[in-house]
């Protein structure tokens, strides 16, 4: 036991002890340089510098573009593909599922059996004897509220003002979400909806009319992606963002700022923003109403 503990003391003191390391002149032997370092020191200098250097190199990889030249990582294109592929097989497992109850459906038909889901004959009877006994006349009750509302709606004019208000988006004032440079327009590839702006990483995405946050969250393909709900049946998308600033149920004004460019989601090659326009559920070009020059 003593032993050891002295083989642990000299370990220990090994460590501890200064080493004193020094450059002196050849001809004249002054002393240019000198410090003085332990054991300890050393490998506590090289240990840390070994943590930064393997932390640096983890970041760059993963939050920019250097993880493209790995071997055997996929690009945008192919992660694309692979995403692309993965609906298909969804959509394919779902059509084969409705093909075998169809086709399970139709032997039960064939063998004289009821198909699963469908009603029985006793249940279909019970059904209509339940619907037979539905009374359908009017109450009294009802007819002094149907009465009530007649007379209240008569002469008023809200309908007629509902059906004369008309949205024309062409003589409306949208405000430009970011100042940048159009890198992919409407429609440049299939189901791409909006427009990409290339703007400075970090510069404020803005609200291009007033209205309400129905929607934020992060996505694999789009990152972090906010929707507002505008009057008139008009949605405004934004894509790929660094930072949100509104959460779902805000109100937002006009060019009030919601987001930050960023680089974020699969599907992005570089700092911008991913713009959408939707109008009664049709996706329009947001070039024709908005310059971001």
């Not at 959509?91 to 139709?106: A, H, P, W």
């Not at 709606?153 to 988006?169: A, G, R, T």
């Not at 992919?184 to 990483?201: L, M, Q, R």
């Amino acid at each position: 036991m003593a032993t050891e503990e002295k083989v642990k003391k000299s370990l220990v003191e090994k460590l501890k002890s200064k080493y004193r390391i020094a450059i002196f002149n050849e001809q004249t032997y002054e002393e240019v340089f000198g410090m003085r370092l332990s054991r300890l020191n050393v490998f506590t200098t090289v240990g840390l510098a070994m943590f930064i250097l393997i932390v640096s190199v983890i970041f760059l990889i993963a939050f920019t573009g250097l993880k493209e030249y790995i071997p055997g990582y996929p690009s945008a294109h192919q992660r694309r593909l692979i995403i692309q592929n993965a609906e298909r097989v969804d959509s394919l497992i779902v059509e084969i599922n409705r093909r075998d109850k169809f086709f399970k459906d139709i032997r039960s038909i064939i063998s004289g059996q009821v198909p699963e889901g469908a009603l029985s004959a006793e249940d279909s009877i019970q059904q209509d004897i339940s619907q037979s006994n539905i009374n359908f006349k009017k109450s009294a009750q009802d007819s002094i509220f149907r009465d009530q509302v007649e007379k209240e709606e008569k002469f008023s004019l809200s309908v007629f003002e509902e059906k004369s208000q008309k949205f024309e988006l062409e003589n409306s004032f949208l405000f430009t979400p970011i100042k940048g440079v159009i890198s992919n327009k409407y429609g440049a590839t299939e189901g791409h909806y909006g427009i990409d702006i290339v703007s400075e990483p970090g510069a404020h995405v803005s609200s291009v009319l007033e209205g309400t946050v129905t929607f934020t969250g992060w996505t694999v393909e789009t990152g972090y992606v906010i929707q507002i709900q505008h009057s008139n049946n008009l949605i405004s998308v934004y894509k790929h963002n660094e930072l949100l600033l509104k959460k779902m149920g805000d109100h937002v004004t006009t060019g009030e700022a919601i987001a930050r460019v960023g680089n974020s989601g699969e599907l992005t090659t570089g700092p911008h923003l991913h713009f959408e326009l939707w109008y009664n559920g049709v996706a329009l070009d947001a070039e024709e109403y908005i310059s971001f020059k």
